[in-house]
């Protein structure tokens, strides 16, 4: 009687629970494998198809031989044999078996430190916290597709962010007929139960798995109604005075240093309500401010876009969406004012391509629920993020420096493990910040903050070099704190396309970038060391650690020096800037002074794209800046 063959599924999963094991050790519960085979759905398709096969064919004879050197299928292993595999490949000069690993690593983490279970008490997370009633959400005009639609409008934007709900609400005030394309789904304040791993499902881009290509970077940007603005951290800094000076000399566009961008982001925060009376500090950010002071740093109070926000505990979830509705996001500011005057929204909408016809924008094609939509406009705004918005004018033809220019603020951190608790996912979600480096390199140096961090996505960043030593790292986790370094890059990284058009990230750290951030974790761990910390580590894998002592410090920067972050850190991408950059040069730029594009009128951008260079600071106000100059100049070319 024939063998009866295992099916591909099966496979990965024998392959994923025993890869589990080997991260985990004695943490693994029987749900990991399921879970890190849902989660890789989420990721983009070529991405998530690639990991698969790589995975999948550990199974077989052939591909273990050509991943581990051994023809025993992994599956076939105990844990330690697995848990050598991935400390081999975290080491190998090979890049792809070093990103196997990460992805791993990250994947199988996540799966355990994300959901309830016997970790969370081990760890001192308590899970979400739920005490607020939540608030009437906002009347806003949604239009539900069942079948596909023709529909018609005089502009359609693309993206509910600081762009695109900013752009809406001010067409849609000029008497313009606007319709709002958002790619994420709407989430109502009730339905904000703050867990970690549904939210970010739910309302990140790509449920947070997107990365730049080599892993090396890892971009969180929103991905519902609201975009970023309903997940973000709140910060509205305007942009430095030196960057618009910057931006003008650049691009030769007076209006950066004439009074008429700074106006435009005055209306913008008065809008937002951007004011410094909300902002009081949790632990985690009282022990930066404390290490600051003591060191005679600088250090200031950050500007919040909210009213009556609660500033407690609860406050640290609201990444996963505010139940208050103190945050001011466009979902109850600029989408409000749009739906007011009559603009139109819909969810759950994939803009695939913006129809061109005779060097003219008419409107785009979208899937709404898997129906197919074609919005005829007399003309089309994108304002997807700079992520988004570069892809979908790629898919539409357009080419010149779409996608070029990309600017990630790769943030990275010095963590310290702390004798109290610190707690570092409660507490007001950014209350202070640092310049104490900016004004390095002629305004590129880093600045410090620090940001809520919960054990799903923070699991995966914590340093692996094998089950124990990360499993006894993570039971320190209610006890660490860290300063933030988060740079203004040069380096430029650009936005391509898989062949399923679905967009790819490519980055690399310039040298000087590298320098100027490594100059800021050393920095950093003064901070840190001043704030009290009994051991400071480094995400390196191994981390680089050291406890304060004459000369610790010292040794530790030559360490960190020396090791360097290129192929060795991961960081992360809060923020996405720069990949349709403004400017009078179509070689240099892709959209003008106006905000259109150089190749195809009518067809407009009004989000991060747009930047010409890094803003250095946390961009959500300067993005409402672009966006509502643009409203006024598409008005009156429309009208």
């Known amino acids: 009687m024939a063998r009866k063959r295992r099916g591909p599924e099966r496979d990965l999963t024998r392959v994923l629970a025993v890869l589990a094991r080997g991260v985990l050790g004695p943490g693994y519960t029987d749900e990991v494998p399921g879970r890190m085979r849902a989660k890789l759905e989420e990721f983009p398709a070529p991405v998530a198809k690639k990991l698969i096969g790589a995975l999948g064919s550990l199974d077989t004879a052939a ?25 081999t490949w ?13 992805a791993v690593i990250a994947l199988a983490t996540a799966a355990l430190y994300g959901f309830p279970g016997d970790e969370w008490p081990r760890i001192g997370y308590p899970g979400p916290v739920v005490k607020a009633d939540a608030v009437d959400p906002p009347k806003l005009n949604l239009v539900e597709i069942t079948e596909p639609e023709e529909l018609r409008c005089d502009v359609v934007v693309v993206g509910s962010g600081a762009g695109g709900g900013c752009v809406a609400a001010g067409l849609a005030a000029k008497g313009l007929d606007v319709i709002v394309l958002e790619k994420g789904g709407m989430r109502t304040e009730d339905s904000f139960d703050h867990a970690e791993t549904p939210a970010v499902s739910d309302m990140y881009l790509y449920g947070g798995a997107l990365a730049t290509v080599d892993l090396g970077v ?39 240093v004439n009074g008429e961008f700074t106006e435009s982001l005055d209306e913008a925060a008065k809008r937002v309500n951007v004011n410094t009376d909300s902002a009081h500090p949790g632990r985690r950010d009282e022990l930066v401010e404390e290490g600051l002071q003591k060191l005679g740093w600088d250090v200031a109070v950050l500007p919040r876009a909210v009213r009556g926000c609660t500033q407690d505990d609860e406050c640290g979830y609201c990444g996963f969406g505010c139940r208050v509705g103190a945050k001011q996001s466009t979902y109850r500011t600029y989408l409000q004012d749009a739906a007011a005057a009559g ?24 899937y709404v629920n898997g129906h197919q939509v074609h919005v005829r406009a007399r003309a089309v705004v994108a304002a997807g993020g700079a992520i988004e918005t570069p892809a979908l004018l790629l898919r539409s033809g357009l080419d010149g420096e779409v996608g070029r220019h990309l600017h990630l603020h790769p943030g990275f951190a010095t963590f310290g493990v702390f004798d109290e608790e610190v707690r570092m996912w409660t507490g007001t979600m950014q209350a202070r910040y640092s310049r104490q480096l900016r004004d ?28 124990s030593q990360h499993r006894e790292l993570m039971g320190n986790f209610a006890r660490m704190g860290f300063c933030a370094v988060l740079p203004r890059d040069r380096s430029e990284g650009r936005i391509s396309l898989h ?24 920095a950093a761990g003064k901070v840190v060391e001043a704030a009290g910390a009994r051991e400071l580590f480094t995400l390196h894998a191994p981390p680089l650690t050291y406890r304060p002592g004459p000369g610790a410090h010292e040794r530790w920067a030559d360490e960190v020096r020396s090791n360097g972050l290129r192929n060795r850190v991961t960081g992360v991408s809060f923020h996405q800037m720069g990949s349709c950059r403004m400017g009078t040069d179509r070689a240099t730029s892709a959209i003008g002074p106006d905000n259109e594009t150089h190749e195809v009128k009518n067809l407009f951008v009004a989000d991060a794209s747009a930047f010409p260079t890094a803003s250095g600071v946390n961009p959500m106000l300067t993005v409402y800046g672009f966006a509502n100059r643009a409203a006024k100049k598409i008005a009156a070319r429309i009208a």
Do not use: C
Request: proline share 5%.
């Open 440 to 467: 390095r390199d002629g305004g590129y140096g880093p600045i410090f903050e620090t940001v809520p961090i919960h054990p799903g996505l923070g699991s995966g960043a914590m340093p692996w070099v094998g089950s």
């Open 499 to 522: 062949k399923d058009g679905s967009p790819k990230v490519k980055y690399r750290l310039s040298a000087g970038d590298e320098k100027r951030i490594v100059d800021g974790l050393i």
């Open 218 to 256: 890892l971009i969180i940007a929103g991905s519902t109604l609201g975009g970023g603005t309903a997940v973000n951290y709140t910060t509205s800094f305007h942009t430095p005075d030196f960057v618009l000076r910057e931006w003008a000399r650049l691009t030769g566009i007076e209006a950066f």
């Open 343 to 366: 603009a139109r929204i819909l969810v759950r909408a994939d803009a695939r391509k913006v129809f061109v016809r005779d060097g003219k924008a008419h409107g785009v094609g979208a």
């Open 63 to 87: 591909g273990s031989f050509a991943l581990t050197g051994r023809r025993t299928p992994v599956s076939n292993m105990a844990p330690d044999q697995a848990e050598r595999v991935l400390q």
């Open 90 to 102: 975290s080491r190998s000069r090979v890049a792809a078996k070093r990103q196997l690993a990460k």
